[in-house]
């Protein structure tokens, strides 16, 4: 069995693509994994050490702006995305998988386009509520569209219905109680807020949440965990130098318990990747989400929504954000138990959890045919 996946650029695109390829060596530990993806994105790190077959095509992304230098930009693109065609049929040749999947990101467009033209069975799995280019792009030609979320379907033009999968979720999220994970971190029944923004961080986010700090810090009722990112932990700790953290308090540059935080938080500030919306759906967090402007088509918004019109989270734009409005939404949810519970439940019922599973079944599908 010969499974090719395509995606890139992000984790969001890389991460998911990995966790059903894993998936698929534990149920057939003969099976050959092969990923196409650039040499200069995350793929070409996280890849590789999986020990998976990892080959690289060159492309870039196209500009929606009209100016001189976005107009050479995108003449350069069509002319790698050409070439890559070009490097992609010859991989295809040279491996003859049995089933192509994409995960999104613009590398995954050569490759399944290319795939399908060859008469290869594809597959894609779109992970956000609004769909990416790439997706729309192939998925009228895909043998199976898999949606993480429902309401991506109405942005896609489908030869047939698409499957609803979920995201695939990290297994160790589910694997430990509010119960074990508070009395790890030594806490007693006061709530606890989890907040970060990011690997790298966000700049907005840690200005915002270093606000709430200071607001909460010298009231001993709740605990309070937040990642500043890579590139945030030196300015947060100058914006925080003016007081004394109490015991209560723990800022760091990243959390690497995140299984454990996670589970023990009574609130969530953050983001509103699909991945991470996953698993807060899968461990049923209430949280208050700040969409990042700066993604593809204000996809995390629409991300956002699906949570919010469920009852689980609210949404705090980031043209709206700062300390004033994030202390506001803290207020109003932290104390109120009856409030959280209900979220926590709503977010629960949204969850799935066997994602994986999900994604494995409609591959075998299209392996039996292929």
């Not at 530990?29 to 050490?49: C, F, H, M, Q, R």
């Not at 990892?54 to 230098?69: C, D, E, H, Y």
């Not at 890559?84 to 050569?110: H, Q, R």
Request: aromatic fraction near 6%; include cysteine.
């Amino acid at each position: 069995m010969k499974v090719l996946f395509a995606g890139g650029g992000t984790a969001g695109h890389i991460n998911p693509a990995l966790a059903v390829a894993g998936y698929i060596k534990e149920k057939h530990p003969d099976a050959e994994i092969y990923y196409i993806g650039t040499a200069n994105k995350l793929e070409s790190l996280l890849v590789p050490t999986k020990g998976y077959d990892f080959r690289t095509i060159n492309v870039a992304g196209f500009q929606r702006s009209l100016s001189p230098k976005g107009i050479v930009h995108n003449a350069s693109a069509v002319k790698m995305a050409i070439t890559a065609s070009g490097k992609v049929k010859k991989y295809l040749k040279e491996i003859n998988p049995d089933v192509v999947v994409g995960t999104g990101g613009y590398v995954s467009g050569p490759v399944l386009k290319t795939a399908q033209k060859m008469g290869f069975k594809t597959a894609i799995h779109e992970q956000n509520a609004f769909p990416g280019v790439t997706t729309k792009m192939l998925a009228p030609n895909a043998d199976i569209v898999m949606l993480a979320m429902k309401e991506a379907k109405k942005y896609l033009k489908l030869k047939k219905e698409p499957v609803i999968t979920g995201n695939p979720i990290r297994m160790e999220l589910l694997k430990i109680t509010r119960e074990e994970a508070r009395a790890k971190l030594g806490l007693d029944s006061r709530p606890l807020i989890l907040s970060f923004g990011g690997s790298l961080g966000a700049a907005k986010i840690n200005e915002s949440v270093s606000e709430v700090i200071k607001w909460h810090n010298s009231s001993g009722k709740f605990y309070h965990i937040h990642a500043t990112g890579k590139l945030g932990y030196e300015d947060m700790q100058n914006s925080l130098k003016d007081i004394t953290l109490s015991s209560e308090i723990d800022v760091r540059e990243y959390i690497n318990d995140m299984d454990i935080s996670m589970a023990a938080a009574d609130l969530v500030i953050c983001r509103a990747g699909a991945i991470t919306l996953g698993e807060l759906q899968a461990c049923g967090k209430p949280s208050v989400l700040i969409p990042s402007p700066y993604v593809a088509e204000n996809h995390q918004f629409h991300n956002a929504m699906i949570l919010k019109k469920a009852g689980a989270a609210e949404i705090l734009e980031e043209k709206d954000l700062s300390g004033e409005s994030l202390i506001k939404k803290v207020e109003m949810l932290i104390e109120n138990k009856p409030k959280l519970s209900a979220m926590s439940l709503a977010a629960s019922k949204s969850a799935i959890i066997d994602a994986n599973e999900r994604i494995y079944t409609e591959i075998m599908k299209l392996y039996t045919t292929a």
